[in-house]
Each structure stands twice: as structure tokens, then as C-alpha cells.
């Protein structure tokens, strides 16, 4: 496998009046072509705004500081607004978790499914509005042909995604970009979207990066994950080690956190104390320490890197953290935090 | 403190045949009248401290069945009683000190709460509008509270803006406490929680309803959710409810094709399981609730649909000792 997208050392942050938000904070990870990357982490903690700073789609009170962007070799950070252009929507496509804040509600879905064919493929308009029936249909919209002539508000939640993401994969893009596509949908529909997404996926080998705040979506849909904690990445692994194997204090609470649909129901659920840091105030150090059971001095003054674990059963399982969690009994506030 | 359910307790709160339809104007013109069939021909019951789940997907009627059975919606038709007392068309001298006893906590905590109101006012207005507390009372009573939800009590002088979504929620819960009620509606009370805060707020209600003996219907749309915190667990599809019983049964052995398909949509937390899972998702979307289909409203979707479903509503009963359901394939 090959590296197609290469992130570096990338930090974004917004100008406020009295300072500065510190929404990314050090990104660096890598998607292999083919594979689906999943980003997880609770509202808040710059899943967006680290794969809007991607394409640069910014706004303007928000500034890349330092970072790199390899798509392929080339630095999306440093290249003109029209090769930009080509990227957006050409070789990264993007679904967002509202459509209706993509689609334009006064513009039949034909004439905006055929922009970026007509811009990005060349296709006349004729071509571009026979290829966006065929696309309709191939997400599951019946009678495509017909549907083109309608608008947005004609359509459910669940089908105006489902053309978001024919728009998104119109033009074979080597990357789809989901921020949260499914959060918005009920579960019989989110369930009908993760399916088309895979499906679609494992045809083309189009490359996902699948960002939620559900760690169980995330089970079914990924080969590698990312979680993330005001600004950072803490922990990287693949699907099956971060889920049986989790070593960040964050991954392994949010996993306790999770009622279960199975099993027992007695329990308590185990829970994050306090809530996440203000990101106009991070700390120098470890910015979990104050909801962390297994914090220690150093946590204190210096803060992790994403490393390699101990004994990890693949290499590429990597968090931030000072304390190897397996060695530490914490007191737990109802079934086992640690086990 | 799971509750018999085959008639021999108590049941705090009677819903019988509970209807809800509401009046809008449809078009692009506003030009046509239609009904809004929200709420149809519904019976439940919930048993003193329990906690009833209410599941289904959105618009399928939930917060409206939470509104009319507490007087909140004015109900198209159907009886609610209240620990034995009718309250549907109750006037309202004698409703007021039954609402008090009723209480719900919603989902969106930044709403609910008055910007310009301190949380110890918030929480404090019940206990003089009830005649709860006085003097110098209240002051104790709104500390008490706090403390009671995990708050510093040292937080009464401040504002709604200077709190997190979780903290939010837990005044609200403070402030529905402040009426000292035995039931509360919780209409999706952690919806807009994340989840490290979500079990936060899971464990207070359960620590709260065994310290008060509370009775809850508890609204979800998710699944693992109401079934780590409900008793029993009705599910809702399109204004009615299509399945009820205790959890264990309901998630062991639904009989119901819908609470089928809710349950084999749901994602679960593990990745190998995942892999091996039939993936059938059910097609198609919830039709509108302005034309609902005829007889069962699942039958569209529904893998076993046959002959009576398309014209026949099913019965609504009980197929064994508390397990009820609407189906005529079971
Ligand atoms: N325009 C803006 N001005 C100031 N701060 C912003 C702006 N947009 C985002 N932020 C901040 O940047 C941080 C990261 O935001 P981002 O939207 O990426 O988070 P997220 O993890 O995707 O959250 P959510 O799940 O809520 O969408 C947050 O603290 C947010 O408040
Ligand atoms: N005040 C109202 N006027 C018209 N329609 C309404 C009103 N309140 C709810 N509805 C409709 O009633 C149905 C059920 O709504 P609701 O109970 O709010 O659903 P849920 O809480 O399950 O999301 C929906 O179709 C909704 O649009
Ligand atoms: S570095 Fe310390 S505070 Fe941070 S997550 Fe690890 S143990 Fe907890
Ligand atoms: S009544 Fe018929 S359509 Fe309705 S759920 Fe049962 S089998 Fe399906
Ligand atoms: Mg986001
Ligand atoms: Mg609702």
C-alpha cells in the first residue's frame, strides 16, 4: 500500500477577541489509498476544522500555522487557489454532516449534480445531467432522471445525503472526506447510509476519512482510527486494537461510557468526570490531566507525544500518554474502567 | 426495581387510547388544510418507580406522546390518569397541584433556561410558585438541590452562559426536582450531550430516582441507551406504539418487524462482530405523518407484509404476560 495522503505537524487556530482558539494542535497521520480512516472525539475537539484545513476551506478568523498536506506528494498548504480548486471536489471529495448546508435550496439537484462534472470531467452539459441520473440511481435514488428536476426541500434528510454523496463520488475522487454524514439521520437510515458509503467504497477503492463522535459506527466502517482530544490526536490504531486494546485514559472512557446492547444491564455506567478544556487555555502539558484517573506528576509539566505503545500487536498503534495504563489499578466508579 | 407488569402493581400513570392530530397548512401556498396524525389511539401505563423507554425514529411521535399525557398538548381524544385521577379535561384550579407532581426535563438544556436568570433563581421560582419553601428556606433548598445534582452550590449566583451543556442539564434536572414530583418525563435528555457527559447525566438520573423513588418515561432515540436505564420499553413507529415489554424481553425477542429493524440497524461497539453481522437494513423512509399509510403504518417497509396489513390496523395486545404488540403476523 502506498501513502496518498500525508498529513504533517498541522495546527490551526481562530483569532478571538481575546486571543486565540487552539482548535488543531500538532496533526500528523497518513491514509494509505484504499483504506478508511476513522477520526473520532466529542464535539468540540477540531475534527472539522482539521479536515477543513485539509482543502483549506477555512474561514477567515481561522489561520494555518505550521503544517504540511501531502496529497500524493504535492502540498495542498502551498499550492495556488486554482490547482486548489482542481483538488476540491476533482481528487478529495466531501460529505458533510448537513446537506442542506451544501445544497443550494434554490437550484434543481440536476443543474448542481452537473457543476463539478462539467468543471472538473469536461463533460457538456447534455452528458453531465445523463451521468447525474445514472449517479442518483446508483446511490438508490429511483427514477433519477425525473428526481434531477427537483429541489433540495423535495427530498428527506436521508436522500439529500444520499445525493451529497453521488455528488462527492461523481468524479472519482481518490479521497471522500465524511464529516459526520450520519449524525443528523435516524439509525434505519444512518445504517442505509453506512451501507451505500461501504459499498460505493469497496468498488471504486476510494480512500475514506470517516470523522464521528460514535464510536460504534466507527466499529463497522473502519481499518484504522483516530481519536482525538482538544486538538490532539491521543491515540491511533487499527479497528480491532483500539477496541480490544484501547491505551489512552480518553479511549478507555469513552468505551466505559458506552450502554451496550447486549449483556448486562445492572451496571453503572462508568463516566469522564468534568469536561473537556477550553481551547483558549490549553495547558503546556497533558491537556487530559485534569479528567485523568492514572494521572501522575509528570502529566503535570510536560505534555505526551503520540508514540508507539508497549507490546503493541501492530506498529501503528500509537498514543499519548506517560503512564502504560495495563500496569495501574484505578479506582473505577462502577464496572471496571480498567479491564 | 423492575416491576411486575401483568396488572398486579400500581400503575402511576394511565394512558388510554391517547390521540394527538394537529391542524396545519400544507402547499406552497399554505393553500391546503391537513392533519398531522402525531399521536394515534395509544394505551400505556407506567408503574410506580420504574422507568418506561419510549424508542423510535424522529417525527414518529415521542415528545408528543410525552406533551399530551402531561396536559402540556391538548389531547384530540383518549383518557391519561394520573395516580388514579383523570386529568384529561381537568380544570385548571385542579390540575395545578397534580402538574406539580409532573415534571420533564427536554433535550436541549440552553432553551429551557432563561439567560438572564441566575440557575439559583431558576431552580428557586418552582419553590415559591408552589408554595414549596419560604424565606430563608429557599435559599437552603436551592443549595440542597445543587448539591443533589452535582453542582457546587456556590454556582446559585451565576448565569446560564458561564455552564457546559452537561451543567445546563443538570440545573434543569435541579429545577424539575425543585417540585418534589414523582414522575418526570425525560424527552431526550442526553441527545445533545457528548458522550463522555452523557453517562454523567445516565447515572444522576438513576441515582436520583432511587434516592426519590422517582417514576420516569424515559425518551430516546437510542437504543443501548434506553435499554441500560429502562425497565420496560415501548417502540413507537409513525404516531403509534407498535411494541411494549419489559427489556429483556424487548431486546432478547422482539416480535415486532419494526423493533427488528431498529434493533439490526443499531451499530455495535465491536469491530469483529461488525465484520461477521447480515447487514440487511431496511429500506425505504418513515412516510409522512400527514397521510399515514392505511391499516399497519409499517406495512411499506415491511418484510412480512401480507394480505390484511394494507387495510387492517392490528390489534394492540397482549401476547404473553406483559409483552404487548400491534402485528398481525404475531
Ligand atoms: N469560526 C470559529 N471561531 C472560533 N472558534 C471556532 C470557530 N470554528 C470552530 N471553532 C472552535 O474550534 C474548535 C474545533 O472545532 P471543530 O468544529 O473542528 O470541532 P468538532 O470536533 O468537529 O466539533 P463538532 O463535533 O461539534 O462539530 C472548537 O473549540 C470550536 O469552538
Ligand atoms: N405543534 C405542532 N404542529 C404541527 N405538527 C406537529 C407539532 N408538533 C409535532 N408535530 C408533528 O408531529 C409528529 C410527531 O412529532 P414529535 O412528537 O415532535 O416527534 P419526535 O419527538 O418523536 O421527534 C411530527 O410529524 C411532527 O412534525
Ligand atoms: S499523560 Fe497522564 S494525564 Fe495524560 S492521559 Fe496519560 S496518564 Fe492521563
Ligand atoms: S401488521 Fe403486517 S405490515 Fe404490519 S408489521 Fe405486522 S406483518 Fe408487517
Ligand atoms: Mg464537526
Ligand atoms: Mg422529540
Redesign the interface.
Known amino acids: 500500500m502506498s501513502v496518498l495522503l500525508d498529513v504533517q505537524e498541522l495546527q490551526t487556530r481562530f483569532q478571538v477577541r481575546k486571543g486565540y482558539v487552539y482548535a488543531v494542535n500538532g496533526v500528523s497521520f497518513k491514509l494509505e489509498e484504499g483504506e478508511t480512516l476513522a477520526v473520532v472525539g466529542e464535539s468540540g475537539c477540531g475534527k472539522s476544522v482539521t479536515m477543513l484545513s485539509l482543502v483549506r476551506l477555512l474561514p477567515p478568523a481561522a489561520s494555518i500555522e505550521n503544517g504540511k498536506v501531502l496529497l500524493r506528494g504535492d502540498d495542498l498548504l502551498q499550492i495556488d487557489q486554482r490547482q486548489l480548486r482542481d483538488v476540491r471536489g476533482g481528487q478529495i471529495g466531501m460529505i458533510f454532516q448537513d446537506p442542506m448546508t451544501s445544497l443550494n435550496p434554490f437550484i434543481n439537484i440536476g443543474t448542481q449534480m452537473s457543476e463539478p462534472l462539467i468543471y472538473h470531467r469536461g463533460m457538456s452539459k447534455k452528458e453531465a445531467l445523463a451521468r447525474s441520473a445514472e449517479l442518483l440511481e446508483m446511490v438508490g435514488i429511483p427514477d433519477g432522471e425525473a428526481r434531477l428536476r427537483e429541489y433540495p426541500h423535495q427530498f428527506s434528510g436521508g436522500m439529500r445525503q444520499r445525493v451529497m454523496i453521488a455528488m462527492s463520488m461523481s468524479c472519482e475522487p481518490a479521497v471522500l472526506i465524511a464529516d459526520e454524514p450520519t449524525t443528523a439521520l435516524d439509525v434505519t437510515i444512518q445504517a442505509q447510509i453506512v451501507e451505500l458509503v461501504k459499498e460505493l467504497r469497496d468498488r471504486s477503492g476510494v480512500a475514506v476519512i470517516w470523522i464521528t463522535h460514535d464510536l460504534s459506527v466507527v466499529a463497522g466502517i473502519a481499518d484504522r482510527v483516530i481519536v482525538m482530544y482538544a486538538g490532539y490526536i491521543v491515540e491511533e490504531a487499527p479497528v480491532d486494537a483500539l477496541f480490544e486494546d484501547p491505551r489512552h485514559p480518553y479511549t478507555v472512557g469513552l468505551m466505559g461510557a458506552l450502554p451496550s446492547l447486549e449483556g448486562e444491564t445492572g451496571t453503572r455506567l462508568t463516566t469522564i468526570g468534568g469536561s473537556p478544556p477550553d481551547l483558549e487555555d490549553l495547558p503546556d502539558f497533558c491537556p487530559f490531566h485534569t479528567r485523568c484517573p492514572y494521572s501522575i506528576d509528570r502529566c503535570r509539566t510536560e505534555n505526551p507525544m503520540l508514540e508507539p505503545v508497549a507490546d503493541a500487536s501492530d506498529r501503528g498503534h500509537r498514543a499519548a500518554c506517560w503512564v502504560d495504563i495495563r500496569e495501574v489499578e484505578v479506582q473505577s466508579n462502577g464496572a471496571g474502567a480498567s479491564s | 426495581m423492575s416491576q411486575s407488569v401483568n396488572g398486579n402493581s400500581e400503575p402511576l400513570v394511565r394512558v388510554e387510547n391517547l390521540t394527538k392530530h394537529f391542524s396545519v397548512r400544507i402547499g406552497a401556498y399554505g393553500e391546503t388544510k391537513a392533519t398531522v396524525h402525531a399521536l394515534d389511539d395509544v394505551s400505556f401505563d407506567v408503574q410506580r418507580g420504574e422507568t418506561l423507554g419510549l424508542v423510535g425514529?424522529?417525527g414518529c411521535g415521542k415528545s408528543t406522546a410525552g406533551l399530551t399525557l402531561l396536559q402540556l398538548h391538548r389531547p384530540t381524544s383518549g383518557k391519561v390518569f394520573f395516580d388514579e385521577t383523570e386529568v384529561t379535561g381537568l380544570p385548571d384550579k385542579e390540575m395545578r397541584p397534580l402538574r406539580r407532581r409532573m415534571q420533564i426535563i427536554f433535550q436541549d438544556p440552553y432553551s429551557t433556561l432563561s439567560p438572564r436568570m441566575t440557575i439559583g433563581n431558576a431552580i428557586g421560582e418552582p419553590l415559591w410558585l408552589h408554595e414549596l419553601a419560604s424565606g430563608q428556606e429557599v435559599q437552603e433548598r436551592i443549595a440542597e438541590l445543587l448539591d443533589d445534582v452535582g453542582l457546587n452550590p456556590a454556582f446559585a449566583f451565576r448565569y446560564p452562559h458561564e455552564f457546559?451543556g452537561?451543567?445546563r442539564q443538570r440545573v434543569c434536572i435541579a429545577r424539575a426536582l425543585a417540585c418534589e414530583p414523582e414522575f418526570i418525563v425525560c424527552d431526550e435528555p442526553i441527545s445533545a450531550l457528548?458522550?463522555?457527559?452523557?453517562?454523567?447525566i445516565?447515572?444522576l438520573l438513576?441515582d436520583l430516582q432511587e434516592e426519590y423513588h422517582l417514576t420516569y418515561l424515559f425518551i430516546a432515540?437510542?437504543?443501548?441507551?434506553v435499554?441500560?436505564?429502562s425497565d420496560r420499553v415501548a417502540v413507537m413507529y409513525l404516531g403509534r406504539v407498535v411494541e411494549m415489554a419489559p427489556?429483556e424481553k424487548l431486546?432478547d425477542n422482539p416480535l415486532h418487524p419494526y423493533t427488528n429493524?431498529?434493533?439490526?440497524?443499531?451499530?455495535?461497539?465491536?469491530?469483529?462482530?461488525?465484520?461477521q453481522r447480515q447487514?440487511t437494513?431496511?429500506?425505504g423512509?418513515?412516510p409522512s405523518a400527514i397521510s399515514p399509510p392505511s391499516g399497519c403504518r409499517f406495512h411499506p417497509r415491511c418484510p412480512l407484509a401480507f394480505e390484511p396489513c394494507d387495510h387492517e390496523v392490528p390489534e394492540w395486545r397482549e401476547v404473553e404476560s406483559g409483552h404487548w404488540v400491534a402485528c398481525h403476523a404475531v
Open positions: 425514529e424522529s457546559s452537561g451543567q457528548d458522550v463522555s457527559i452523557q453517562a454523567q445516565i447515572n438513576q432515540h437510542d437504543l443501548a441507551v435499554r441500560h436505564i427489556k431486546f429493524a431498529l434493533l439490526l440497524s443499531v451499530p455495535v461497539p465491536n469491530p469483529r462482530q461488525e465484520r447487514h437494513v431496511i429500506q423512509n418513515v
